[in-house]
């Protein structure tokens, strides 16, 4: 039986978990670590995204893995925090906060990232199967593509159906399915370039043109 929910009680704490989110998510690793590592504005060089892909493009192998990591590790500390707190609603909250805040940080004036490493943390924190099956989906659209950006498109399109059909967990489908559309709209200027066979391959010297918009992955 469903208990009604005293909302002069719990919107504080929905609306704390939803801010501790937000305010981890929103914390830019690529161009902090960037920065402190000494190089130039990562939003100058390559797409002029502040992801791991183009921390990459500056050379620096390490920066781009702790900027992966970062990236993941803030969301999946995000749901933690606010399952231990207070239950997994909260943490589903922190979860879609800290996806917010990772494409529309309020340091960087609203203009962040695509997602991607930030969408695997979460998955990592709420589903380790989920997480499993995208990671793998990814790999083998990328060997079989070369594209870095088909493999994620791919892998968070499945990641919904996978969490409804195979672990029957409707509340996390339902997220996840609205962190993809997110996901994919951020994408944009990849599927426009896929489409258009302009997309760089993985390995390829060929650097996207930086995409137009409010994303900088």
């Given at each position: 039986?469903?208990?009604?929910?005293?909302?002069?009680?719990?919107?504080?704490?929905?609306?704390?978990?939803?801010?501790?989110?937000?305010?981890?998510?929103?914390?830019?690793?690529?161009?902090?670590?960037?920065?402190?590592?000494?190089?130039?504005?990562?939003?100058?060089?390559?797409?002029?995204?502040?992801?791991?892909?183009?921390?990459?493009?500056?050379?620096?192998?390490?920066?781009?893995a702790a900027?992966?990591?970062?990236?993941?590790?803030?969301?999946?500390?995000?749901?933690?925090?606010?399952?231990?707190?207070?239950?997994?609603?909260?943490g589903l909250?922190?979860?879609?906060?800290?996806?917010?805040?990772?494409l529309f940080?309020?340091?960087?004036?609203?203009?962040?990232?695509?997602?991607?490493?930030?969408?695997?943390?979460?998955?990592?924190?709420?589903?380790?199967?989920?997480?499993?099956?995208?990671?793998?989906?990814?790999?083998?659209?990328?060997?079989?593509?070369?594209?870095?950006?088909?493999?994620?498109?791919?892998?968070?399109?499945?990641?919904?159906?996978?969490?409804?059909?195979?672990?029957?967990?409707?509340?996390?489908?339902?997220?996840?399915?609205?962190?993809?559309?997110?996901?994919?709209?951020?994408?944009?200027?990849?599927?426009?370039?896929?489409?258009?066979?302009?997309?760089?391959?993985?390995?390829?010297?060929?650097?996207?043109?930086?995409?137009?918009?409010?994303?900088?992955?």
């Amino acid at each position: 039986m469903l208990r009604p929910i005293n909302w002069s009680l719990a919107l504080p704490y929905y609306a704390g978990a939803f801010l501790l989110g937000y305010l981890l998510g929103s914390i830019p690793f690529g161009l902090v670590l960037t920065r402190l590592a000494g190089t130039q504005d990562i939003r100058t060089i390559g797409s002029g995204n502040i992801g791991a892909t183009n921390v990459l493009r500056t050379g620096r192998k390490g920066l781009a893995a702790a900027t992966l990591v970062g990236d993941a590790l803030k969301a999946s500390v995000a749901v933690w925090l606010a399952t231990w707190f207070g239950g997994p609603d909260l943490g589903l909250l922190a979860a879609l906060g800290a996806f917010l805040g990772h494409l529309f940080p309020v340091w960087l004036k609203f203009k962040g990232g695509k997602g991607v490493a930030t969408y695997i943390g979460l998955l990592l924190a709420l589903s380790w199967q989920a997480a499993s099956a995208f990671c793998l989906i990814w790999i083998v659209v990328a060997v079989l593509t070369r594209y870095s950006s088909l493999a994620a498109l791919s892998a968070s399109a499945a990641t919904p159906v996978f969490l409804w059909w195979y672990q029957h967990d409707l509340q996390n489908a339902a997220l996840f399915a609205v962190l993809t559309v997110l996901l994919w709209v951020m994408h944009r200027g990849n599927i426009a370039r896929l489409a258009s066979g302009r997309e760089g391959k993985i390995g390829s010297s060929k650097t996207p043109a930086a995409d137009h918009g409010p994303s900088h992955e």
